[in-house]
């Protein structure tokens, strides 16, 4: 475990075409949370143009808790984010659920999202340590901050540098959001790991109205991006509507971020006001 008081590693940004995470300005990604269909995933594309947001998210293969919902468009929700991102010229991410989708997603996004539930899957974490394509890591909903760090390494280790961190919520005993989001484990994350680190909201609250805030206060909090889910009706959404902003929503969101992202950027880091003295006193952690 990191000690308290000891200074943070220096990052190292994962760079997705010309998007930079980690490189001192917060990334968004947004789009919904499964691709249903073109329209549906080009009004949410254009609504990301439109607002700066650079990066699309969808899902094509969807671990669904129960096997009667909707378990996305699999190929074919591949093929209609590789043409939504040739058209807009957004980088995307979306999930690969096995060994076998692996190649498949490589070949039509940008980045490969590994959910919660895989989190643990080392056979499948082994395999995605031998590609050049990033991966976006979420941290496992049981998962300490330490068994995530080892989940990460799985990659390193094993040659794939080019990893994002994301935080999006473990279970506790609290049912009144969907998860609980867990920001100070992103400010730990932080200062133990120096690749980037970003706040997944909308699967961290499962509420659309706690959304702004709680995306505010991850990247106030030091984290280096957020991804949220989008959808242009989030009533009618095949998945996930109620943890969904609608498009005026991404929009406000994305003003917020860019005001926070001019003040955070015109003060002192987070970690030149909280460090410790001169003098190198790793300090016992009480408050003063
Ligand atoms: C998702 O982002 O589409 C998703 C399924 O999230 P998680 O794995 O965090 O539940
Ligand atoms: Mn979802």
Known sequence: MSKI???????????VKDVVF???HPVI??????????????????????????VLRGGAFKPRSSPHSFQGLGVEGLEIMQRVARRTGLVTVTEAMSIEQIALVAEHADIIQIGTRNMF????????????TPVLLKRGF???IEEFLLAVEYLTVGGN???????????????ITRNTLDLAGVAVLKRMCPLPVIVDPSHGTGRSDIIHAMSLAAIAGGADGIMVE???NPAKALCDGLQSLDLPGLRALAREVGALAAFLASRPSL??????????????????
């Open 29 to 54: 990604i947004a789009g919904p949370c499964s691709v249903e269909s073109e329209e549906q995933l080009m009004t949410a594309a254009e609504a990301c143009v439109e607002n700066g947001v650079r």
């Open 121 to 132: 899957n080392f056979a499948l974490l082994k395999e995605l340590a031998k590609l050049k």
């Open 230 to 232: 989008v959808h242009p």
């Open 161 to 175: 540098t080019d990893v994002i961190l994301c935080e999006r919520g473990i279970r506790t005993f609290e049912t």
């Open 5 to 15: 008081g000891h200074p943070p590693p220096t990052p190292t940004p994962v760079r």
């Open 271 to 288: 970690d030149a006001r909280a460090a410790p003295d001169a003098s190198g006193g790793e300090g016992d952690g009480s408050v003063p």
């Open 142 to 144: 049981m998962a300490t």
């Open 22 to 24: 980690g490189g001192g």
